[in-house]
């Protein structure tokens, strides 16, 4: 079966930098574009981007360009966003969506506190 | 950019009644290749959302036929008949014509 599996709960302070991955499984990972979303606590979701897991060729939200970056290890199946110069307002779960949106990660919470 | 107004902000229903959402895109959500790229998605407390619905009124497998999806261009309804206590949540609309944009969400609470 689609699986989108997200790693784990990350704790890091302000200016550090952090990599999340998502390893996708049970489909051609680069059949299917990968989308980025940031939920903030209590707030909605906020779509943060997309890869083209083909190319690798990273879009951005507006909101986005600058501190994040879009990347893959095609060959594992993963795709991972590395967010740096951590703010406090970066303190939110993360989820990658396979493209259509049918299939999401379990989501990946990061707190940013000093 | 597109802008998705979803209404109302929060809902509280008894089981058994029936409810509607709205989302209005501030462009029209008809694609190049003439299909319209809407999606309902739900999010269960604690959990990833799930999307119940694509391209407007397909639903998802598994989805019950209690949930129906409506619209066009730049007007759509989700609309739940007979709630049911497993329906609570938080609904997005999310539009997938340019690009990706939510809804503000819709908090759906069982009376």
């Known amino acids: 079966q689609i699986q989108l599996v997200q790693s784990g709960p990350e704790l890091k302070k302000p200016g550090e930098s952090v990599k999340i991955s998502c390893k996708a499984s049970?489909?051609?990972?680069?059949?299917?574009?990968m989308h980025w979303v940031k939920q903030a606590p209590g707030k909605g979701l906020k779509w943060m981007g997309w890869?083209?897991?083909?190319?690798?060729?990273?879009t951005y939200a507006d909101d986005f360009k600058g501190r994040f970056v879009f990347s893959l290890e095609a060959s594992a199946s993963t795709a991972n966003l590395q967010i740096s110069n951590l703010k406090n307002e970066d303190t939110a779960t993360y989820f990658c969506?396979?493209?259509?949106?049918?299939?999401w990660g379990q989501g990946t919470l990061v707190t940013v506190s000093s | 950019d597109v802008v998705m107004t979803q209404t109302p902000p929060s809902l509280s229903v008894a089981i058994g009644q029936s409810v509607s959402i709205s989302c209005k895109s501030s462009?029209?959500?008809?694609?190049?290749?003439?299909?319209?790229?809407l999606n309902w998605l739900l999010q269960s407390p604690g959990r990833s959302p799930k999307r119940l619905i694509y391209?407007?009124?397909k639903l998802d497998s598994g989805v019950p036929d209690r949930f129906s999806g409506s619209g066009s261009e730049k007007d759509f309804t989700l609309k739940i008949s007979r709630v049911e206590a497993e329906d609570l949540g938080v609904y997005y609309c999310?539009?997938?014509?340019?690009?990706?944009?939510f809804g503000s969400g819709t908090k759906l609470e069982i009376k």
């Open positions: 969506a396979r493209s259509g949106g049918a299939y």
């Open positions: 049970g489909y051609t990972f680069t059949d299917y574009a």
């Open positions: 890869i083209n897991t083909y190319t690798g060729k990273p």
């Open positions: 462009q029209s959500l008809v694609a190049s290749d003439k299909n319209t790229y």
């Open positions: 391209q407007v009124s």
């Open positions: 999310l539009q997938g014509t340019h690009l990706l944009t």
